[in-house]
C-alpha cells in the first residue's frame, strides 16, 4: 500500500497549494481597498476554492492513514 501513501501525499499537497492560494486571492482583495460590499462579494468566491482545497487535503490525508495502517 506504498502507492497509497504517496497518492495520498501528493493529493495533500494540491491542496495545501489551494489553501495558500485562497490566502494569497484574499489578501490581494484586501489590498486592493474595495468596498464592503464588494469585498464581501469578493470573498465569497474565494470561499469555495479554500474549502475545496481543505476538504482535498484532508481526503489526501486519509489516504496516507489508510496506506500506513495496510501497510
Not at 37 to 52: F, S
Amino acid at each position: 500500500m506504498e502507492y497509497l501513501v504517496w497518492i495520498g501525499s501528493g493529493v495533500t499537497v494540491l491542496g495545501l497549494v489551494g489553501v495558500i492560494a485562497s490566502v494569497f486571492m484574499v489578501l490581494k482583495a484586501k489590498r486592493q481597498n474595495l468596498g464592503d460590499e464588494a469585498l464581501r462579494l469578493r470573498l465569497n468566491k474565494i470561499l469555495p476554492v479554500n474549502i475545496g482545497s481543505l476538504m482535498l487535503s484532508m481526503i489526501g490525508l486519509a489516504m496516507v492513514i489508510v496506506g500506513v495502517i495496510l501497510a
